[in-house]
């Protein structure tokens, strides 16, 4: 049964996580910023099953996700769209890391890993810039 101490606790963990995915985004150059028109960053607790259907590995391997269409990719059809999304998964991150430094870094390696596929990097471009 979840009391009411409980409860607060995981949401002081929700808020907590989420000022570190603000951090990160805080810290992208401005270079970076400017080029994230019609893209929106969001914190999930868990992966839906429609997320990880595609996905190879465990879902508690997913950290974060890009849904959307990459800047290479876009030409002048590119209007009237629903914006991109950045999501980072919490449950996994949390799971995977016990410790705050560790966790504040592995959100940084995400959003910069989920940011690289919205620019239109490939997994194999991602892992040579030290962000698989």
């Not at 890391?97 to 592995?106: L, T």
Request: charged share 30%; aromatic share 6%.
């Amino acid at each position: 049964m979840r009391t009411r101490a409980s409860g607060l606790a995981e949401k002081a963990r929700r808020a907590r996580f989420r000022k570190l995915v603000e951090r990160a985004v805080r810290g992208l150059p401005n270079t970076i910023h400017s080029q994230l028109d019609n893209v929106e960053i969001v914190v999930e607790d868990e992966p839906a099953p429609d997320q990880i259907e595609s996905r190879v590995g465990d879902a508690d391997e997913l950290f974060g996700l890009y849904e959307g269409t990459p800047l290479s990719q876009r030409d002048g059809s590119y209007t009237m769209v629903v914006p991109d999304r950045i999501v980072v998964f919490r449950g996994p991150l949390e799971r995977a890391f016990s410790d705050p430094n560790e966790i504040a870094e592995e959100v940084r390696i995400t959003v910069l890993h989920e940011l690289a596929h919205h620019f239109g990097f490939d997994e194999d471009r991602i892992a040579d810039l030290g962000l698989a």
